[in-house]
């Protein structure tokens, strides 16, 4: 049976979702089977990959989790719902500490601020500034073509924050109200950064305003040249995300992610 099935339906999610997802089937998978199959697992995990090729937190953990499973051997179940929630543990604060990091250095005070897609990251930003009573008016974009961006929207007005949905498209227009720009990413690479499409151009319109750039990072997304000399290439998604049905002659393409020139970027603020 393949664990992932729902996951690989998901088209919504950051990569920190995504990843969480994968933990807890993983962790259930051990503690209700004594035994599984390694070259199983390792299939099923590079399925993953291969659908996911950008979202580095689950390149880290699935990487980990490779060393310790090896092929043509019986895995304890026990032992790798024990793995997985030791990954856990250890990387369980990366992300407060990144955005601790940024709320040092940023004043947020009467700000109002551009986010993009829909990340646990911005999730967990924005929590920590309610708790310090400290109400930034959030602009959100769509964040064609899902439109994740509207998730995110009720969240963070959940949370108690002055929130306008606006697509992409016509950020030029509302420039004038919006005095910086956060993002997350998926992948941290050295002279640029991969995240959601429509961050390039949101960046190039920052910087021709002067006004500021920062993305929230972790150690754990962070790929070197030697540790990924070209990036995976992702696999186009659904036609019908842009377009109903088949039309002669059209031949439709729909990605949902981008690299970004890391100069466009004032400051990138990790867990370390």
Same mark, same amino acid.
Request: hydrophobic share 35%; proline share 6%; no cysteine.
């Given at each position: 049976m393949y664990l992932f099935s729902h996951i690989l339906d998901d088209n919504l999610s950051? @990569?920190?979702?995504?990843? !969480? +997802? %994968?933990?807890?089937?993983?962790?259930?998978?051990?503690?209700?089977?004594? %035994?599984?199959?390694?070259?199983?697992?390792l299939q099923q995990t590079e399925k993953l990959k291969r659908h996911f090729p950008l979202f580095g937190l689950l390149w880290h953990f699935l990487n980990d989790l490779k060393n310790v499973i090896k092929p043509e051997m019986k895995i304890?179940?026990?032992?790798?719902?024990?793995? %997985?929630? /030791?990954?856990r543990k250890k990387w369980n604060g990366a992300q407060g500490k990144a955005c601790h990091h940024i709320l040092k250095s940023i004043d947020f005070k009467g700000k109002k601020v551009l986010v993009h897609s829909n990340s646990s990251a911005i999730h967990t930003l924005f929590a920590l500034l309610h708790k310090r009573h400290i109400l930034p008016v959030v602009w959100q974009?769509? @964040? @064609? &073509?899902?439109?994740?961006?509207? =998730? +995110?929207?009720?969240?963070?007005s959940n949370i108690g924050f002055e929130t306008h949905l606006v697509h992409e498209?016509?950020?030029? !227009?509302?420039?004038g109200q919006m005095d910086m720009a956060i993002f997350g990413t998926d992948m941290l690479l050295e002279d640029r950064f991969v995240n959601k499409v429509g961050t390039f151009p949101i960046a190039?319109?920052?910087?021709?305003?002067? *006004? #500021?750039?920062? %993305?929230?990072?972790?150690?754990?997304?962070?790929?070197? &040249? +030697?540790? =990924? &000399?070209?990036? &995976?290439?992702?696999?186009? *998604? #659904?036609?019908? /995300?842009l377009i109903p049905g088949k039309t002669r002659n059209l031949r439709v393409h729909n990605l949902y992610f981008e690299s970004v020139p890391i100069s466009l970027v004032n400051r990138v603020f990790l867990d370390e």
């Open positions: 950051g @990569s920190g979702n995504i990843l !969480h +997802q %994968v933990q807890l089937e993983l962790i259930k998978a051990g503690e209700d089977q004594e %035994v599984l199959d390694s070259d199983e697992l304890d179940g026990r032992q790798l719902s024990d793995f %997985v929630k /030791e990954y974009t769509y @964040s @064609s &073509p899902a439109g994740e961006g509207k =998730m +995110q929207a009720k969240t963070l498209d016509t950020l030029s !227009h509302f420039i190039l319109l920052f910087d021709y305003f002067k *006004k #500021p750039i920062y %993305v929230l990072a972790e150690q754990r997304k962070i790929f070197l &040249p +030697q540790d =990924m &000399p070209e990036l &995976p290439i992702e696999e186009e *998604k #659904p036609v019908t /995300e």
